[in-house]
Nanobody
Framework: QVQLVQSGGGLVQAGGSLRLSCSASGHTLNDYAVAWFRQTPGKEREFVAALSWTDFTYYADSMKDRFTISKDNAKNTVFLQMNSLKPEDTAVYYC???????????????WGQGTQVTVSS
């Protein structure tokens, strides 16, 4: 079992930056793929970025030049650094973990609680 606790997020102006954290307990994240998804009201949860257990990184096309996923092994934490934020990035962001990388939400069994990111214009 892996428990994920998120932190970060909040309100930022367009063009600004935020960093989200996803801290794990119960198991080392070295054995898991960790992904970030986001969701806005009325829409499906969409893939943002992922870090495989072999440390390969994957990004949604619209975010790959602005977002960076990384991991701190000592803290057992995965980060999502978000730069050049746009109002359309406003969403609830979720981290998720499971043994294998995927862009599909159904492939992840462990989820963080979600954190709101609001980008004002």
């Amino acid at each position: 079992q892996v428990q994920l606790v998120q932190s970060g997020g909040g309100l930022v102006q367009a063009g600004g930056s935020l960093r989200l954290s996803c801290s794990a307990s119960g198991h080392t994240l070295n054995d898991y793929a960790v992904a970030w998804f986001r969701q806005t009201p009325g829409k499906e949860r969409e893939f943002v970025a992922a870090l495989s257990w072999t440390d390969f990184t994957y990004y949604a096309d619209s975010m790959k030049d602005r977002f960076t996923i990384s991991k701190d092994n000592a803290k057992n934490t995965v980060f999502l650094q978000m730069n050049s934020l746009k109002p359309e990035d406003t969403a609830v962001y979720y981290c998720a973990a499971d043994r294998a990388y995927s862009r599909k939400i159904t492939k992840y069994n462990y989820w963080g609680q979600g954190t709101q990111v609001t980008v004002s214009s």
